[in-house]
């Protein structure tokens, strides 16, 4: 593992990733908005929707 590498592991494990895990809430309410415009706009959609031509039988 690299010096790099390992000083990110020592940082998202110590107290750095707590906090950003006790925040995730938050950050998902902040983003939510966002994140649907995005997929809209990439008109992504769960994969069993994408795909459902597959399930359909002839």
Do not use: K
């Amino acid at each position: 593992m690299s010096d790099a590498n390992r000083d990110q592991l020592e940082y998202w494990n110590g107290e750095a990733g707590q906090r950003r895990a006790a925040s995730q809430t938050a950050h998902d309410a902040i983003f939510a908005p966002l994140t649907e415009v995005l997929f809209d706009c990439a008109a992504l959609a769960p994969i069993r929707l994408r795909f459902r031509h597959l399930d359909q039988r002839e």
